[in-house]
Nanobody, 125 residues
Framework: QVQLVESGGGLVQAGGSLRLSCEAS????????MGWFREAPGKERELLAA????????YYVESVKGRFTISTDNAKNTVYLQMNSLKPEDTAVYYC??????????????????WGQGTQVTVSS
């Protein structure tokens, strides 16, 4: 079993930055795919960024390219999402997720096996 605990959300003004953290526990942190999703009211949960822990391959959705960066600290079993140049439309609940097979980066929320509790990010204009 894997537990994911997120932190780092909050309220920020447009143009500001936040860093989200997701600490994993329960299994060795070296062969999964980790993803950051967000869910806004009335919208489907969408993948923002993902990283393959085996080869550090990354994926970003077009809307966050150049603004968000996903990274890991394997010694701390933690994945981060650095979010810069935040916009009001980035307001959502953000979730980290783990895909257990780690074979390739999967793009849909239903393909991920474990989820964090979610953290609210609110960007004011």
């Amino acid at each position: 079993q894997v537990q994911l605990v997120e932190s780092g959300g909050g309220l920020v003004q447009a143009g500001g930055s936040l860093r989200l953290s997701c600490e994993a526990s329960g299994r060795a942190f070296n062969s999964y795919v980790m993803g950051w999703f967000r869910e806004a009211p009335g919208k489907e949960r969408e993948l923002l960024a993902a990283i393959s822990l085996s080869d550090s391959n990354t994926y970003y959705v077009e809307s966050v390219k150049g603004r968000f960066t996903i990274s890991t600290d394997n010694a701390k079993n933690t994945v981060y999402l650095q979010m810069n140049s935040l916009k009001p439309e980035d307001t959502a609940v953000y979730y980290c997720a783990l895909e257990y097979s780690g074979i390739y980066i999967r793009l849909h929320y239903y393909e991920y096996d474990y989820w964090g509790q979610g953290t609210q990010v609110t960007v004011s204009s």
